[in-house]
C-alpha cells in the first residue's frame, strides 16, 4: 500500500472510558472481523486482561475503509496498554503513529490517566482528535467534557465526535476522520530499511512474532535482518499484517504496519523500541527512543512446599519468553529457604505474574512485600544496588542510601482535597503544585518515594475520595534519605523477608504497627512465640504471641466427629499458605502486613 493511502493511529484513554469497546466497533464497522466472530472485546486477548477489564498486551489489527472520497485506505489502529507500569510500551507504540484518538467519557471527564497519555503523544507529535464517548448515558455532559480538554490540555474541541462505542454512535464518521486529519506517513521507501518494533509476543510454533512499523525502505520475507540495539540477526522466515488474524505478504513497505517471525527464541532479544534494518545495506544509526526498562520493583518469591522449587523456576523462564521486563535470580533465605527474587515494572505487573504463576503453573506460593530498588554507597565509596533489604551493608559500613522519587498527579474533585493532601504527607509527599482544572476538579502534583507509593496508596486514595480521585506517577530520579533497616524477629531468629528499609523518623511506628500485626496474624504455637522489631541491636518494639491452649482441639475428641473433620480440613486449608520458620509456621499474610499499616 502507497503511503498516501495508509493511516497509523492508536487509541488514548483513561481505563474504562471505552477504548476497546471503540476498537471493537471500528473493527466491525470496517468488516474486519465480523459480527458473530467477535469475542467481546477483540483487541484484549488474554483472559486475565478480560478479567481485569484492562488492556495489558497491545495488539494490532489492520482495517480496509473505502472512505467518502472513494479511495481504499490501510487503517493500522495500533493498541496501546492502558497502565503506567508499562508506559514505555505506550511511548513506543505512539511513536509508529502519525495520530491518535483520544477518547473521554463523557460522564467523567478528563482523568490522571488521560493527562498521562496524552503528554506521550504530544512527545511524539501525534495528531490528536478528540471522541466524547458514552454519549448515551443520562449522566453524559459532552459540553463539559470538551471544555474541560480544551481548558486542561488546549485541544481544540470545536470539531471533537460525540460517540457512543456501545450503540454504534460516531463510528463511521471517526474513520472518516482518521483518514483525513491524521497525516499520511512520509514517503521514505528509498531510504535504507529502518522498522521500529513496538510490540513482541511469543508464540510456541513460530517463536516470537515481532510487530513492527517499517519507517524507512521496506522489509521481505527472505531478508537476513539485524537488530541495531541487541545486535542479533535473523532471517525473516514469515512476514504479514494482522488484520487482527495473521495474513502473510511479501513485503511491507515505509508507512506499513506489520508482523515478523524468524525463529526468534524469547521476546527479549526482540525488544520494544529496537530497530530492525537490513544485513546487506544496514541503516546508519538507529531510531531514537530504545532503553531497556527496568524493574522498579522487587519481591521474592518462595514456593510453600520445598519440592515444587524446580518447577517454579521452569515457569518463570517460560513467562520469561513472553515478558522482557520480568528478572529473577534465585534466592536462598535461612528462613524460607529456596525461591527467586523477582523484579518487576510496578505493582499490576507484579500481581499479574504471581497470578499466572499460581493458576496456569498451579504453584503454591509465598510472597514477600514488594520493595523497591535502594541505592547504597559504602564508606569506601562503593555503590551497591538494593533489590532486597537484607542485602543493605551494615549501618557502621554505610555512608548513605537513596531511594527513588516519583512525581505524582492526581486529579480529584474538590471535596476531597484536604483529606488527599492530609494522605500524601502522611507518605512522606512534598507538595509541588495544585490547579483547578474546573470549577470542581481539581489536579495536586507531589514529589514522593516510589516505595510509598508501591504500598498501598491507590487504595487509600481511592477510599479518600469515594473511587472519584485518579492518579498517575513517573520515576524522577534518586534521592538521599535518612533511612534505617528495619529487622524483624520470631522467636529470637531474624526473619529477612520481614525486613524492610524505613525511614527513620517512622522506623518506630512502623516496627510497633507490624510487630503488633504479626502477632494478630501469626497462629498460636505449643510455646509463647516473641516477636520483636529491631534496628541494628537495637530493639524498637515486641510483642508476644501467647502459647496455646492444649484443649482447644482436645474438646473435639469423642464428640462432634463432623466438627473435628471440618476443624481438620480447615487445619489443611490454612496450611496450605504456612511457611515454616524454624518452629513457627508463617501464613502467607504475615508477609504481606507491611502493606496494611499505613
Ligand atoms: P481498558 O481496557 O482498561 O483501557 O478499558 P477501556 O477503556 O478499553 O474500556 P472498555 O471498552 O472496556 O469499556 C469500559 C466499560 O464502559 C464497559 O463496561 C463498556 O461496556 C462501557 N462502555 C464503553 N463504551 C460505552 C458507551 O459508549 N456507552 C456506555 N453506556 N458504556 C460504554
Keep these: 500500500v502507497p503511503p498516501e493511502r495508509v493511516r497509523n493511529f492508536s487509541i488514548i484513554a483513561h481505563i474504562d472510558h471505552g477504548k476497546s469497546t471503540l476498537a471493537d466497533q471500528l473493527l466491525i464497522k470496517t468488516d474486519t472481523v465480523e459480527n458473530r466472530d467477535m469475542q467481546a472485546q477483540y483487541l484484549d486477548g488474554m483472559d486475565l486482561e478480560r478479567e481485569r477489564g484492562i488492556t495489558i498486551k497491545l495488539n494490532t489489527a489492520r482495517m480496509k475503509y473505502k472512505a467518502k472520497d472513494g479511495q481504499i485506505y490501510a487503517l493500522n489502529l495500533i493498541d496501546t496498554p492502558g497502565h503506567v507500569d508499562f508506559s514505555y510500551e505506550v511511548s513506543r507504540s505512539l511513536a509508529a503513529c502519525e495520530g491518535c484518538l483520544l477518547v473521554v467519557d463523557a460522564s467523567q471527564g478528563v482523568e490522571a490517566q488521560t493527562l498521562a ?165 544496514p541503516a546508519e544509526t538507529a531510531l531514537p527512543g530504545y532503553t531497556e526498562v527496568q524493574p522498579m520493583v522487587f519481591c521474592g518469591l518462595f514456593p510453600t512446599d520445598a519440592d515444587q522449587y524446580p518447577e517454579l523456576r521452569e515457569a518463570l523462564l517460560k513467562l520469561q519468553l513472553n515478558d522482557a521486563a520480568l528478572r529473577f535470580e534465585p534466592e536462598v533465605s535461612s528462613a524460607m529457604g529456596f525461591g527467586f527474587r523477582c523484579g518487576f515494572l510496578g505493582l499490576l505487573h507484579m500481581e499479574i505474574v504471581q497470578e499466572r504463576l499460581e493458576r496456569e503453573y498451579d504453584l503454591d506460593l509465598i510472597t514477600t512485600a514488594p520493595t523497591v530498588v535502594f541505592k547504597a554507597i559504602k564508606n569506601n565509596g562503593e555503590e551497591i544496588i538494593v533489590d532486597c533489604p537484607s542485602k543493605l551493608p551494615e549501618a557502621n559500613r554505610l555512608n548513605s542510601i537513596s531511594e527513588p522519587y516519583v512525581r505524582l498527579e492526581v486529579i480529584t474533585p474538590k471535596e476531597y482535597v484536604g483529606s488527599i493532601m492530609e494522605l500524601a504527607q502522611q507518605r512522606r509527599g512534598e507538595y509541588v503544585d495544585m490547579q483547578y482544572l474546573t470549577e470542581t476538579r481539581t489536579t495536586l502534583v507531589y514529589k514522593m518515594p516510589l516505595a510509598e507509593v508501591v504500598t498501598d496508596f491507590f487504595d487509600a486514595l481511592k477510599s479518600r475520595s469515594r473511587g472519584y480521585a485518579s492518579m498517575e506517577y513517573s520515576i524522577t530520579g534518586y534521592r538521599e534519605n535518612d533511612l534505617v533497616l528495619l529487622n524483624i524477629k520470631i522467636n529470637a531468629e531474624t526473619v529477612e523477608p520481614l525486613a524492610n528499609i524505613v525511614h527513620r523518623d517512622n522506623a518506630y511506628y512502623v516496627g510497633k504497627a507490624l510487630v503488633k500485626r504479626l502477632k494478630e496474624l501469626i497462629p498460636r504455637q505449643q510455646f509463647k512465640v516473641p516477636i520483636q522489631a529491631a534496628i541494628g541491636n537495637r530493639v524498637v518494639a515486641s510483642e508476644n504471641i501467647p502459647a496455646l491452649r492444649k484443649d482447644v482441639l482436645a474438646k473435639c475428641y469423642g464428640g462432634d466427629i463432623s466438627r473435628k473433620k471440618k476443624l481438620l480440613k480447615k487445619q489443611a486449608a490454612g496450611k496450605k499458605r504456612m511457611k515454616s520458620l524454624g518452629k513457627v509456621d508463617v501464613p502467607q499474610e504475615a508477609f504481606m502486613a507491611v502493606l496494611q499499616i499505613n
Excluded: W
Aim: proline share 5%; with cysteine; net charge negative.
Design 117 to 281: 497519555n496524552v503528554y506521550l503523544a504530544l512527545d511524539n507529535d501525534l495528531e490528536i482528535i478528540p471522541v466524547i464517548n458514552k454519549i448515551d448515558l443520562p449522566g453524559a455532559d459532552p459540553e463539559r467534557v470538551k471544555r474541560e480538554i480544551e481548558e486542561v490540555i488546549g485541544l481544540d474541541c470545536s470539531n471533537a465526535i460525540m460517540a457512543s462505542a456501545k450503540q454504534g454512535i460516531g463510528i463511521e464518521e471517526i474513520l472518516e476522520e482518521v483518514v483525513r486529519r491524521i497525516p499520511a506517513p512520509a514517503d521514505n521507501r528509498g531510504r535504507p530499511s529502518r522498522a521500529l518494533i513496538f510490540d513482541s509476543y511469543y508464540d510456541i510454533y513460530k517463536g516470537v512474532i515481532v510487530q513492527f512499523r517499517v519507517m524507512d525502505g521496506e522489509l521481505r520475507r527472505g531478508d537476513l535482518v539485524k537488530f541495531m540495539n541487541t545486535g542479533t540477526e535473523y532471517d525473516v522466515l514469515e512476514l504479514g499484517v494482522l488484520s487482527p488474524k495473521p495474513v502473510e505478504v511479501d513485503a511491507l513497505y515505509a508507512g506499513e504496519v506489520g508482523y515478523l517471525a524468524a525463529s526468534i527464541k524469547q521476546v527479549a532479544d526482540a525488544r520494544v523500541g529496537d530497530t530492525i534494518t537490513l544485513k546487506k545495506q
